[in-house]
């Protein structure tokens, strides 16, 4: 287990965003040490900014470009890996979300979300079309299709959730920190000695119990030195690209095959495990698994035996939605929209958060290699077959809100 990131969520003004980056930076470079010190690496140490529109509301989305070039120098000279700068929602002007192409193609360290969905206003059904075209052209700003990593649709998201491309901060309120949690090694040791599925699962919490009071005594103590409230940890399970700390290996263990029947059942009994243990908490706290970074994820998926509809399956039962998805780089719009849809639909229905980082890689197509095996946290994969998309002449096709009831306790 290791600190994939502590995220201080932050406000920062479109004049002068120095200071509170410098605060966010001191803090961060104090606190990494303090974990490492009590026997916890820390991967990265990242900012999350309340959403980039309302930054730019005195100027407008022309300026967009320029403010994220300064926030990327600003963050590389006091040390910050990783910045996001919150969701453009459907309330917006369009152009923002038209923005983010180039403010991604511009940068090399800033994240960016587009909020397709929420319970007050429903799925915004011109934004899922447009935020697919976004993905598209982001797509292609690199041969390698790479840099559709620091973008994201979400849906149902609230701030405070420490992982990236998700994280933002709630306009106006004081700065805090939070932690995400690379964890689903836990699950692997968890699952090897265990001699029935409910001890598994017994297992897994105890692990997570036991971690997770690690952390926060010591970011309790860190809130009180530094002044700023903990909000909370992100014990999603997240994998890395070996089979020793892969989520999906960890679902196996259990006896089924992903793609295959019974995998639901065993994405439940690691969901059971996590929700039994007692930790203070934020953002998802959900399956994750994200077919590129994780080895077992990337084979089967590179088999074709784990599809996009399995994904999508996995996240009904508490997941984090769709992550590191590759797909062809022709993939359509209505393809891309459909997908988005689904999530949407589902994040709103069963009133969980949910995103979605679709990944087409430009000049691939179903079966190839996505020829990214350079990237350090990626394993070798293959390129997924897209599904079919909506079709242009249907309802769904339409603009305006489509508006998902919660599910009613019967």
């Known amino acids: 287990m290791i600190v994939r990131s502590i995220t201080v969520f932050t406000n920062l003004s479109l004049a002068d965003p120095e200071v509170v980056l410098a605060k966010a930076a001191n803090f961060l470079h104090s606190a990494a040490p303090t974990f490492e010190a009590a026997g916890v690496a820390v991967q990265t140490r990242r900012v999350a900014t309340q959403p980039f529109p309302r930054i730019l509301a005195p100027v407008g989305p022309g300026l967009a470009v320029a403010y994220a070039t300064r926030l990327q120098e600003l963050a590389l000279s006091y040390g910050i890996d990783y910045l996001a700068l919150g969701p453009a929602h459907a309330a917006d002007d369009p152009d923002y979300v038209e923005a983010i192409v180039d403010m991604i193609d511009r940068t090399e360290s800033l994240f960016f979300s587009v909020s397709i969905a929420d319970a007050a206003r429903g799925i915004d059904l011109a934004l899922v079309r447009r935020t697919a075209r976004v993905v598209q052209r982001v797509s292609r700003l690199s041969e390698n299709g790479l840099r559709t990593l620091f973008l994201a649709a979400t849906a149902n998201c609230q701030p405070g959730a420490p992982f990236f491309p998700v994280a933002y901060h709630e306009d106006g309120a004081p700065m805090q920190f939070a ?232």
């Open 179 to 410: 932690l995400a949690i690379q964890a689903a090694d836990l699950a692997i040791e968890a699952f090897r000695e265990a001699t029935t599925v409910n001890d598994a699962a017994e297992r897994l919490t105890r692990l997570v119990n036991e971690a997770a009071g690690k952390l926060s005594a010591t970011a309790t103590s860190l809130a009180r030195e530094f002044d700023i409230a903990f909000g909370g940890i992100d014990f999603s399970l997240a994998p890395f690209p070996r089979d020793e700390i892969s989520l999906g290996g960890a679902m196996e263990r259990l006896g089924v095959s992903l793609g295959g029947s019974g995998a639901a059942a065993a994405a439940a009994v690691i969901m059971t495990a996590l929700d039994a243990a007692r930790f203070p908490r934020a953002g998802f706290n959900g399956l994750m698994l994200p077919v590129l970074e994780d080895s077992v994820l990337a084979a089967r998926a590179a088999a074709g035996q784990l599809t996009t509809t399995d994904l999508l399956l996995y996240s009904a039962l508490c997941g984090t939605g769709l992550d590191t998805v590759p797909l062809p780089g022709d993939t359509g719009q209505e393809a891309l929209a459909g997908i988005l849809l689904d999530v949407a639909a589902l994040a709103l229905r069963l009133n969980k958060p949910l995103t979605a980082r679709l990944m087409p890689l430009p000049g691939k197509g179903p079966g190839e290699s996505c020829g990214l095996e350079d990237f350090p946290y990626f394993a070798p994969g293959r390129v997924m077959a897209p599904p079919r998309g909506l079709t242009s002449d249907g309802l769904l096709s339409q603009e305006g809100a489509l508006h998902i009831l919660p599910r009613q306790a019967s």
